[in-house]
């Protein structure tokens, strides 16, 4: 059973960086498309970015284009989400998420079976 562990959240000021990681056990990653995902405080949750199993392609929210970096190393089992130019609005608990189906793409759409406990991500000055 696949099993999945964030880390790398913490608190950090307007317009700096943090990078999440997916550490992956139980399973080898590279078979799985990974989505990463938030929950604000009261809101529901929202897809943020994905990466296709080879790393091949990518997809992000329009709120995080070009701000957010997602990619994998599939030798280590991880996945990495890059942020920077943090905004307050960035402020959630991210969950890392794998997809068990065999995909040529990948969607925040798409159903994801295995999800991690999730990294609290804060942006305050």
């Known amino acids: 059973q696949l099993q999945l562990v964030e880390s790398g959240g913490g608190l950090v000021q307007p317009g700096g960086s943090l990078r999440l990681s997916c550490a992956a056990s139980?399973?080898?990653?590279?078979?799985?498309?990974i989505g990463w995902f938030r929950q604000a405080s009261g809101k529901e949750r929202e897809g943020v970015s994905c990466?296709?199993?080879?790393?091949?392609?990518?997809a992000y929210a329009n709120s995080v284009k070009g701000r957010f970096t997602i990619s994998r190393d599939n030798a280590k089992d991880t996945v990495y989400l890059q942020m920077n130019s943090l905004k307050a609005e960035d402020k959630a608990v991210y969950y890392c998420?794998?997809?068990?189906?065999?995909?040529?793409?990948?969607?925040?759409?798409?159903?994801?079976?295995?999800w991690g406990q999730g990294a609290q991500v804060a942006v305050a000055s």
């Open positions: 998420a794998a997809d068990g189906r065999m995909r040529a793409d990948c969607s925040l759409g798409y159903e994801y079976d295995y």
């Open positions: 990466i296709t199993s080879s790393g091949g392609m990518t």
């Open positions: 139980g399973s080898t990653l590279g078979y799985y498309v």
